[in-house]
């Protein structure tokens, strides 16, 4: 079983820097791929962010230049730095894993983000 425990959000004023991480219980290279999603009040959880286990990430539109996912391969964590945080960012965010072998999805318990004056 795999576990992704996640940190790292909390309350920021628009124009603010948070990091998340997400801690996973095992090889971070076993997984295809790892990344962040959100899921804002009222709406369908997006993708955020995503690392691939060669190193290419890819964003959403809606983040990019401010958003940067990255790794550390020996600590087992995947980071989000989030900067020129947007009122619009606020939601939970979750980190993602996708299992190479068996192409299984795992989820973390999420983190509130929250962007607001």
């Known amino acids: 079983q795999v576990q992704l425990v996640e940190s790292g959000g909390g309350l920021v004023q628009p124009g603010g820097s948070l990091r998340l991480s997400c801690v996973a219980s095992?090889?971070?290279?076993?997984?295809?791929?790892m990344g962040w999603y959100r899921q804002a009040s009222g709406k369908e959880r997006e993708l955020v962010a995503r690392?691939?286990?060669?190193?290419?990430?890819n964003y959403a539109d809606s983040v990019k230049g401010r958003f940067t996912i990255s790794r550390d391969i020996f600590t087992k964590t995947v980071y989000l730095q989030m900067n020129s945080l947007k009122s619009e960012d606020t939601a939970v965010y979750y980190c993602?894993?996708?299992?190479?072998?068996?192409?299984?999805?795992?989820w973390g318990q999420g983190t509130q983000v929250t962007v607001s004056s």
């Open positions: 993602n894993a996708l299992e190479r072998m068996t192409g299984n999805a795992y």
């Open positions: 095992r090889d971070i290279f076993s997984f295809h791929k």
């Open positions: 690392i691939t286990s060669g190193g290419t990430p």
